[in-house]
């Protein structure tokens, strides 16, 4: 008898819990889809080729209110994934720094990271996210107050930034010689464009950190075999500077101003607020946390390696650079990937602002319009598990990079 | 947000588990309490007034069908709803109907399997803006920012009034009307638009009611009813009959003044079966006799639930227009009782 053989008992016992298990899933399933069916709203997926019918305020690529659903969520999911990856990059500065400046041996500053930390980590972040907007709606002024001979609010930076309770509109970059863009996906849903303009200046600024690294090879190599280093600072900015302001005068570079015209600015690119006060609310919350993880990596770093560096005449910024935080970095990562995830799940708390990310557009707008719960809630799960796999999977292999090689 | 998935789980287990249940109306005398959604507060139509007692037009049709089906105006549980809550609300069972200035469309009829049961108020989108701007036309707001209740018809209707006119705007999406307030009076947005009927109740509760304008322009008409489940017909007719009464007592004279001397039978044979002395439409409906009566009592006709809630007396000041009986050139129109 198998349940009797303690050869195979375990395996019948997993076996027999896992037929189990699908059996339900499966009753649960088709129960679902069998009432929705009864109902009169089978699943299916049309609805996303239908117009969508509706506009969406920050969109990274073209789109009109005649374009599809499907459309629609993938602009949602570029805005969710644009405030993920700006909420992590200063989620992690920041993080860092108040780690370890909550170390440091002056007490008032030691205090005050204290304070950030507690008050930003216990309270929940949908507050925060909601106090960040009321705050950038009630104190900053509207564009009205621009207008007049006599304004009460005027632009800053030489007239060049203009902050209003809309958004910060700030000077946008343009090209009078422009290459234009490729187009993917000709008129298809997922089609977007990638500026040629953008492609180059990557292209020349790559070239020109690599012929940085070479010419600081080159000097390296020259202090070895003659002891002397050759002064390089000046061709490594010239290397840097001087292909980039060939390339930026040949595609006609000029900032295009924001100007006050009818009701709001125009031209400059556009910060809404409801950007900034979610990216600011979800760096500043997850930053408390990051800044305990980075506080903790630090402190399992073994006193002696602190009195073995000092012993070596290393200043305390040079040895927290280049002795503490390199081994703490091994302990930081891991809890640190599960930051990034919470931010960026977080980031579904947008609609509170109106920021129009994935669960504004699929699991909002296009849900309520079209009626279709079970899909949009699937489709957008199956969009979340998508980019949590992604992120695990990139800082995975970081983590693997970095990691101490045991033998 | 989180909130909506929340109820689409919801709708999906709810649905997995009362496929096969009773009638709505047997549901709601079991009960004895009727579940009605509402908006989360919009003066006039449905807010909680100072001792939390709600108050509104919209909650009148409630409570003329509590009065109705459970003989008792105040046995009804209301149930806040958002612009995007409301539909898988009422799907998933959570509330038995839903009076909360919906518009009836095509889609939520059809798609959405929904049935409204008629139209207590004949709507129209509209604009508000601060006087200050020196708008007086819709057509002058080419480059405005607008705040709006996202998952309402006045979303879809916003874009296509603005690309008809080949204008831009600037659409700030907003869960709840108080928020838009906030947003508005901030200046966070240049002008709000919803149905004009909500416009005026907001503009209502603002300190300078003065400074702002409505635009004469209505771009959409929305029919604003009471709606309930597809496929529940008794539970439907319910529902329809009591708004209908209440606008045909309007349209025969029948008032919470006069109805008690009314009940005791007229010359007039329509009053008599609408208010129960003759006939048997009480029992039809699958309530007894008096059920208009009591409909009509909790808060007077059609009429008088305007004039007390949203009328030219009330700080919401909105005049009958489209909303007069047909008898006086607007729209309703009650089928007979017969």
């Not at chain 2, 509402?38 to 807010?47: C, I, L, N």
């Not at chain 2, 059609?302 to 949203?310: D, L, M, R």
Request: net charge negative; charged share 15%; with cysteine.
């Amino acid at each position: 008898m198998l349940l009797y053989d303690t050869r195979y008992r375990s395996a019948t016992i997993q076996v027999i819990a896992l037929i189990g298990f699908m059996l339900l899933a499966a009753w649960i399933i088709t129960n679902t889809i069998q009432n929705l069916e009864a109902l009169g709203k089978p699943v299916e997926f049309g609805f996303f080729g239908e117009p969508a019918s509706y506009d969406i305020n920050q969109r990274l690529l073209e789109y009109d209110s005649r374009d599809s659903h499907l459309r629609a969520a993938f602009i949602g999911l570029l805005n969710t994934l644009v405030v993920a990856v700006l909420g992590c990059i200063t989620a992690t500065i920041i993080g860092v720094f108040v780690g370890v400046l909550r170390l440091s041996n002056n007490w008032l500053v030691a205090r005050i990271m204290t304070v950030y930390v507690e008050m930003f980590r216990n309270v929940p972040v949908l507050l925060w996210i909601v106090l960040a907007m009321a705050i950038l709606i009630e104190s900053l002024p509207a564009p009205r107050a621009f207008r007049g001979d006599n304004p009460t609010a005027t632009m800053d930076f030489f007239n060049s930034v203009a902050v209003t309770n809309r958004g910060v509109y700030v000077p946008e970059f343009l090209f009078s010689r422009s290459l234009g863009d490729i187009h993917f996906f000709g008129t298809s849903s997922l089609r977007f464009d990638v500026s040629l303009d953008l492609i180059a200046v990557l292209v020349v600024l790559g070239g020109s950190i690599f012929a940085m690294r070479k010419v600081s090879a080159w000097a390296t190599a020259a202090q070895e075999s003659t002891g002397d280093r050759p002064t390089i600072w000046h061709i490594n900015l010239a290397i840097l500077f001087v292909p980039m302001i060939v390339l930026l005068g040949a595609l006609g570079f000029h900032l295009g101003y924001p100007e006050l015209k009818g009701f709001n600015f125009t031209g400059g690119t556009h910060m809404r607020n409801s950007l900034i006060a979610l990216w600011l609310a979800l760096s500043l919350y997850t930053a408390a946390f990051i800044a305990e993880i980075v506080r903790a990596g630090i402190m399992a770093i073994s006193k002696g390696q602190t009195e073995a560096a000092s012993a070596l005449g290393l200043r305390p910024g040079r040895t927290m650079r280049l002795v503490i935080l390199p081994q703490a970095l091994r302990v930081i990562i891991p809890p640190m990937i599960s930051n990034y995830l919470n931010l960026t799940k977080n980031s579904s708390l947008a609609i509170a602002v109106g920021y129009m990310d994935i669960t504004g557009t699929l699991g909002g707008i296009t849900m309520n319009q079209t009626g279709r719960e079970l899909e949009c809630v699937l489709l957008l799960m199956l969009v979340y598990l998508a980019i949590s796999l992604s992120i695990s999977a990139v800082m995975n292999w970081y983590n693997n990079r970095v990691k101490l090689v045991e033998r | 947000m989180k909130k909506s998935v929340i109820l689409g789980v919801a709708t999906i287990a709810g649905l997995a588990a009362g496929a096969a249940a009773a009638g709505t109306v047997d549901d709601v005398k079991a009960r004895g309490k009727l579940n009605c959604g509402v908006a989360t507060g919009v003066p006039g139509f449905a807010s909680p007034d100072a001792n939390g007692e709600w108050q509104g037009f919209d909650v009148a049709v409630c409570r003329a069908v509590a009065a109705a089906v459970l003989d008792d105006p105040s046995a009804v549980e209301f149930i806040p709803t958002t612009g995007k809550t409301r539909f898988t609300a009422l799907a998933s069972g959570e509330i038995d109907m839903l009076a909360r200035n919906t518009t009836w469309t095509f889609s939520r009829d059809v798609d959405l399997k929904f049935e409204f049961v008629g139209i207590n108020y004949y709507d129209g989108q509209g604009f508000m803006v601060p006087k200050a701007l020196g708008v007086s036309s819709a057509k002058e707001l080419d480059g405005a920012t607008v705040c709006i209740q996202t998952g309402t018809t006045t979303e879809l209707n916003l874009a296509d009034f603005f690309r008809i006119n080949n204008m831009s705007y600037e659409p700030v999406p907003i869960e709840t009307n108080a928020e838009a307030q906030q947003q508005y009076l901030a200046g966070a947005c240049d002008v709000y638009t919803t149905d004009a009927s909500g416009l005026a109740a907001t503009r209502a509760t603002f300190e300078n009611a003065g400074d702002h304008v409505i635009l004469p322009e209505i771009i959409s008409k929305e029919p604003l009813g009471p709606l309930v489940r597809h496929g529940d017909h008794e539970w439907g007719d319910v529902v329809r009959w009591t708004l209908n009464a209440l606008i045909a007592a309007e349209e025969m004279g029948v008032t919470s003044a006069n109805i008690d001397e009314m009940s005791a039978g007229t010359d007039n044979p329509e009053v008599n079966r609408l208010l129960g002395s003759e006939g048997t439409l009480g029992e039809m409906l699958g309530l007894d006799a008096t059920w208009a009566q009591r409909a009509i009592k909790a808060g007077g006709n059609y009429g008088e639930v305007f004039a007390k809630n949203i009328g030219e007396e009330t700080p919401i000041g909105l005049a009958r227009g489209l909303n007069a009986q047909w008898t006086d050139g607007g729209l309703l129109y009650s089928p007979p009782f017969r």
